[in-house]
């Protein structure tokens, strides 16, 4: 059963413009995260948040911001896409931050960049 | 090189047979392995998870850790078609659950 909710399902766009990926969990959990899942299926941490407040940042490009407006929604931006943005993006939740915690994820958002 | 090593990279059993994934850490910091499987148009979801020595059965799962030499594997008895999937072992040390994942092991079961 779907409990972490994002959108759209696919984005296609041109090199240089700005795109926004949505997600919203109704497990009642405090954490989220944004992963990257590139075209080798290779899953790399991007950011994670605890009740709103950023805890992870990874080494990412300026370009992309998350954003966060309650502990329920957590938002990506890029604000000026390259091609090797070209990914799918998957956004998970956890009860907290423990290490023991299980990730929820999402089924993605799967970004083309012409 | 990365820190959560998987093997094989891809692997195809009859139905009914036994798969098995193996995966190795070179970070001693984990402490918490788990268990993903994602089906294709999916996002991963857990499988099982395993903190101590020694073996954790679910079902038809099994995983096995040894903290010693930092291998953790899964088993999967008595495979279905449904079973075909990527697998990934991933880690945690613990702090903020920055999950750090393998590369993945494609698993096909055949009918």
């Known amino acids: 059963e779907t409990a972490v909710f994002q959108t759209p399902n696919y984005h296609v766009t041109q090199v240089g413009n700005e795109v926004s990926f949505n997600c919203k969990q109704t497990?009642?959990?405090?954490?989220m995260y944004w992963y990257k899942q590139d075209s080798k299926k290779l899953l790399k941490i991007m950011f994670s948040?605890?009740?709103?407040?950023?805890?992870v940042n990874e080494t990412v490009p300026r370009r992309f911001s998350p954003q966060s407006s309650d502990k329920a929604h957590l938002n990506l931006r890029i604000k000026s896409v390259e091609p090797e943005d070209s990914a799918v993006y998957l956004c998970?939740?956890?009860?907290?931050?423990?290490?023991?915690?299980?990730?929820?994820f999402g089924a993605g958002t799967r970004l083309s960049v012409l | 090189q990365q820190k959560v090593q998987q093997s094989p990279e891809s692997l195809s059993v009859p139905e009914g047979g036994m798969a098995s994934f193996n995966c190795t850490s070179s970070?001693?910091?984990?402490?918490y392995f788990w268990w993903y499987r994602q089906h294709s148009g999916e996002g991963p979801k857990a499988l099982m998870s395993i903190f101590s020595d020694g073996d954790k059965k679910e079902g038809r799962f099994t995983a096995h850790l040894n903290k010693a030499s930092l291998h953790v594997s899964l088993h999967i008895r008595d495979s279905q078609p449904s079973d075909s999937a990527l697998y990934f072992c991933a880690a945690s040390a613990g702090s903020f659950n920055k999950l750090t994942f393998g590369a993945g092991t494609r698993l096909a079961v055949c009918p």
């Open positions: 948040y605890n009740n709103k407040q950023l805890i």
């Open positions: 998970a939740s956890s009860p907290w931050t423990g290490g023991q915690n299980t990730l929820y």
């Open positions: 970070d001693r910091n984990f402490q």
């Open positions: 497990l009642g959990h405090d954490t």
